[in-house]
């Protein structure tokens, strides 16, 4: 198996093994208690309204929708890291196939890499920093990574067939 | 139907009650079963979940104008039911289909995992365990809730899915330190056969047309989060907000139009996602089915037949779930049957697999 082939097989195990970890400790430790704020908060907007406490409610909302817009990416990211590993794994049996030269496949294999790694980090980022810069750079840049790779992976794989 | 004879390198890749047979049949199993629980999920819960949802929304609406505390409390209570159902429910679905696609590649990997074939088995096992007990524990969240749980917020059904995730990491570090090994130069006693490589036009075809499902997917993902995605989630919070306010202002008229509005939203949000996803989940089953061609013992007609009735479910169904929006039900019934199309190549192929099997041991005498 060449390199880029067992740079996508242990990048994409890694890759699958820590967003498995990860939704673990998030379904664990987090999840439930942000599943309760979220159905708490449009709850309590709703109550507020009926009381006619019209400030509180608008407050309740905002504090649902902060919650959901960090649940979203929470579960995405989960989600993404597994499925950008699964997929990287599968390329890694296959890499060798690729009508490319290996330095070439190596560079298509990096960029997959390092894409499927830094996309989800942005994406996890905007939890942090809700509607940075930096965080949406890295995500767009990480997906323009993946995307870009996958397209030449489609392109090796049909000059492979013809 | 005609079948081929097997050819004795492939034989050899696909030993009686080897962790790589275990795993190819329990992960296509896993992904059928997957499949046809979300379509039934479909068909039976989704849009009747989404009905009730609304329903529940415009009660507590009417509760709100009606300055009633308590009935907007137990409203909510129903509702965080409603939700918690249909959750669950794409949860299992989802969980199972991606064992099974885990469990196929983990069978890719079997030559490169440095362990004895017994303890091959027993991770190939616990994974496959894993794989069925996670979804299972996931569905009956639902329907345990926290009876007879000594946690405030976790019940036995949520211990069992968190367990069974457990065992699937589990098996998936003990495969990446067998790998590891192997990469370290460690060999097993008895070492597996690599997968045969067959370049058929089956495999070809599902190895390309999966690679483009997948390039598809991302590219409509891309699409939706830059263009959609925000806007949908202030849509959200702008609905919400006026949906109290003309609750509060006793405009139950208005504030059921919003209801409506946030009933279309959220379908406009599920479409995007539910297409974003299959494709490329249909993508990565492609790319693993290619693998699995050598294993099925079907003629090339009919293997040709299964490859693409898998490809045209697999375009259809997303194609047709984005098209919901526009055309309603009927496209939603045709996104079912996309995904039947789906369900029965992939049960064809299994047919296949199993056929082969058979063959395999009858010559061994391993069916003695």
């Not at chain 1, 997929?87 to 894409?115: H, K, N, Y």
């Not at chain 2, 495999?203 to 699409?223: I, K, N």
Request: net charge neutral; glycine share 10%.
């Amino acid at each position: 198996m060449s390199g880029a082939g067992k740079l996508l097989i242990f990048g994409g195990l890694a890759l699958a093994a820590f967003g498995m970890l990860y939704g673990l400790y998030y379904a664990v430790f987090i999840e439930h208690q942000t599943l309760d704020t979220i159905g708490g908060s449009l709850a309590g907007a709703f109550v507020h309204a009926a009381e006619r406490r019209i400030p509180e409610a608008h407050h309740a909302i905002d504090a649902y929708a902060t919650t959901k817009y960090n649940y979203v990416r929470q579960v995405d990211v989960h989600s993404h890291w597994i499925g950008l590993g699964m997929l990287m794994i599968v390329f890694g049996v296959v890499f060798d196939r690729l009508a490319f030269s290996e330095p070439t496949r190596l560079g298509i294999a990096m960029a997959l890499l390092v894409g499927s790694v830094v996309f989800p980090m942005g994406v996890i980022l905007q939890t942090i920093n809700h509607g940075g810069f930096f965080p949406s750079a890295l995500a767009v840049t990480g997906s323009a990574l993946v995307t870009i790779a996958l397209a030449a992976v489609t392109v090796g794989f049909a000059r492979a067939n013809s | 139907m005609a079948t081929r004879t097997i050819p004795s390198t492939v034989a050899t890749t696909f030993a009686p009650l080897s962790a790589r047979r275990l795993l190819i049949f329990g992960g296509i199993a896993l992904i059928a079963g997957g499949m046809l629980f979300g379509d039934i999920f479909a068909v039976f819960v989704l849009h009747q979940n989404a009905g009730l949802q609304s329903e529940a929304l415009i009660a507590a609406s009417k509760a709100v104008a009606a300055q009633n505390p308590t009935a907007v409390k137990d409203i909510f209570k129903h509702l965080g039911g409603l939700l918690e159902d249909r959750g669950t429910k794409v949860d299992a679905h989802v969980h199972m289909i991606d064992a099974g696609y885990l469990a196929l590649l983990l069978a890719l990997l079997q030559p490169f995992v440095a362990f004895p074939l017994a303890r091959k088995k027993v991770l190939a096992a616990l994974f496959i365990s894993g794989g069925v007990l996670l979804p299972v524990g996931v569905f009956l969240i639902h329907y345990v809730g926290l009876a007879y749980s000594p946690f405030a917020v976790i019940g036995w059904a949520s211990i069992l899915a968190d367990s069974a995730g457990a065992l699937l990491i589990i098996a998936l570090l003990g495969e990446a330190w067998g790998l590891w090994k192997y990469f370290r130069g460690t060999r097993a006693d008895v070492v597996e056969p690599d997968l045969p490589h067959e370049g058929s036009w089956s495999c070809r075809a599902l190895l390309s047309g999966g690679t483009l499902l997948v390039l598809l997917g991302f590219l409509h993902g891309a699409w939706y989060a830059g263009v959609d995605l925000y806007r949908h989630e202030t849509g959200e919070i702008i609905i919400l907000s006026n949906m109290v306010d003309y609750s509060a202002a006793n405009d139950v008229a208005r504030a059921a139009n919003e209801v409506r509005n946030f009933g279309n939203l959220a379908g406009e949000k599920a479409v995007n996602i539910a297409a974003h996803s299959h494709i490329i989940e249909f993508g990565l089953l492609a790319m693993l089915l290619s693998f699995v061609q050598p294993y099925v013992f079907l003629s090339e007609e009919w293997k040709r037949r299964w490859v693409k009735v898998m490809l045209a479910g697999s375009i259809i169904l997303p194609v047709c779930v984005l098209l919901e929006l526009r055309l309603g039900l009927l496209a939603g019934g045709i996104a079912d049957i996309g995904g039947l199309m789906v369900i029965v190549a992939l049960i064809g192929m299994l047919v296949g697999v199993l056929r082969y099997s058979g063959s395999l041991d009858t010559a061994s005498g391993a069916a003695r």
